[in-house]
């Protein structure tokens, strides 16, 4: 057993308590697999994230894991970490870039800011399609569905089912039915959206994701989710290369987050956020 320091962040958000939180190892070094996936079972956030030491063409490191499993990438973990390396001094903005290693590759970050104003963005792996046929939805999630829409399956590093929803209201309302999502193929996991219903409110897209699957009945902001939404809008048209927008994600769980999204001028899906630091102290393991 050894004492490391231990940081726990609220990612996607503007104030403490309205975001996702995140746990931080910020040196894991000596810690295997099995240990990593313990302390994150043993915390039992939605992500927990380990910074070892990086490959000479990265800032920083980091393994990403869910009480059940590791993931290549995440979203909110990924701003949440980069804030870290950044306060933490672990690594150095150079013109406001660094670079990211994760499973899923080596990710861009952007870094504007400083402090509780730091606003971090990352960029998304691309998103994927996978061939694989629509699902029969339960009741609940028929009936939310906008007109004529199918479910998809895409992937960034994890794969989630995708659901526009008619309205708003209508997925704010909506009671999920965790037994039927977590039997979807896949992992058991799906994000719906709906754009805002007025455009006057601070954001333009509504997203609630869903994950029993992995053992997160619902994620309170879900970056991963949110570059997958803004990439299927991509594809459709609806969004161009050079647009932004914000997403709102978290009230129906006592939050409030807001998400960032950025297209740049190459079609790339950027994600982004403030954090806030909450908890600062060790963890004996």
Same mark, same amino acid.
């Given at each position: 057993?050894?004492?490391?320091?231990?940081?726990?962040?609220?990612?996607?958000?503007?104030?403490?308590?309205?975001?996702?939180? &995140?746990? #931080?190892?910020?040196?894991?070094?000596?810690?295997?697999?099995?240990?990593?996936?313990?302390?994150?079972? =043993? /915390? @039992?956030?939605?992500?927990?994230?380990?910074?070892?030491?990086?490959?000479?063409?990265?800032?920083?490191? *980091?393994?990403?894991?869910?009480?059940?499993?590791?993931?290549?990438?995440?979203?909110?973990?990924?701003?949440?970490?980069? =804030?870290?390396?950044?306060?933490?001094?672990?690594?150095?903005?150079?013109?406001?870039?660094?670079?990211?290693?994760?499973?899923?590759? /080596?990710?861009?970050?952007? #870094?504007?800011?400083?402090?509780?104003?730091?606003? /971090?963005?990352?960029?998304?792996?691309?998103?994927?399609?996978?061939?694989?046929?629509?699902?029969?939805?339960?009741?609940?999630?028929?009936? /939310?569905?906008?007109?004529?829409?199918?479910?998809?399956? &895409?992937?960034?590093?994890?794969?989630?089912?995708?659901?526009?929803?008619?309205?708003?209201?209508?997925?704010?309302?909506?009671?999920?039915? &965790?037994?039927a999502i977590a039997?979807?193929?896949?992992?058991?996991?799906?994000?719906?959206?709906?754009?805002?219903?007025?455009? @006057?409110?601070?954001?333009?897209?509504? #997203?609630?994701?869903?994950?029993?699957?992995?053992?997160?009945?619902?994620?309170?902001?879900?970056?991963?989710?949110?570059?997958?939404?803004?990439?299927? &809008?991509l594809a459709q048209?609806?969004?161009?290369?050079?647009?932004?927008?914000?997403?709102?994600?978290?009230?129906?769980?006592?939050?409030?987050?807001?998400?960032?999204?950025?297209?740049?001028?190459?079609?790339?899906?950027? *994600?982004?956020?403030?954090?806030?630091?909450?908890? @600062?102290?060790? *963890?004996?393991?």
């Amino acid at each position: 057993m050894s004492q490391r320091r231990f940081l726990q962040l609220d990612v996607f958000a503007a104030r403490p308590g309205s975001g996702n939180p &995140l746990a #931080v190892i910020p040196d894991a070094e000596g810690l295997d697999a099995a240990a990593m996936q313990a302390i994150a079972a =043993w /915390l @039992d956030l939605s992500e927990t994230v380990f910074f070892l030491p990086p490959d000479d063409s990265a800032d920083y490191r *980091i393994r990403i894991f869910t009480p059940k499993m590791e993931l290549p990438f995440a979203g909110h973990p990924s701003v949440g970490a980069a =804030w870290a390396a950044v306060e933490l001094g672990l690594a150095t903005p150079v013109d406001g870039r660094l670079v990211q290693q994760c499973a899923a590759g /080596l990710l861009p970050v952007r #870094v504007q800011g400083g402090g509780r104003f730091r606003l /971090l963005h990352v960029r998304s792996p691309q998103a994927v399609q996978r061939e694989i046929a629509a699902p029969e939805l339960p009741p609940g999630l028929t009936a /939310l569905a906008q007109p004529a829409s199918q479910a998809r399956l &895409l992937n960034n590093g994890p794969d989630w089912w995708l659901l526009e929803a008619a309205d708003e209201t209508a997925l704010r309302r909506y009671t999920p039915e &965790l037994a039927a999502i977590a039997a979807l193929p896949a992992g058991g996991k799906l994000a719906a959206f709906a754009p805002a219903a007025r455009p @006057d409110v601070g954001y333009q897209y509504v #997203v609630r994701a869903f994950a029993p699957g992995v053992g997160i009945n619902e994620d309170p902001v879900t970056g991963s989710a949110n570059a997958l939404v803004a990439a299927h &809008l991509l594809a459709q048209g609806r969004l161009t290369p050079g647009q932004q927008y914000r997403a709102s994600q978290g009230r129906e769980r006592g939050r409030n987050g807001e998400v960032h999204v950025q297209v740049d001028e190459e079609g790339h899906i950027w *994600i982004g956020g403030e954090v806030q630091p909450v908890i @600062d102290g060790q *963890i004996d393991w």
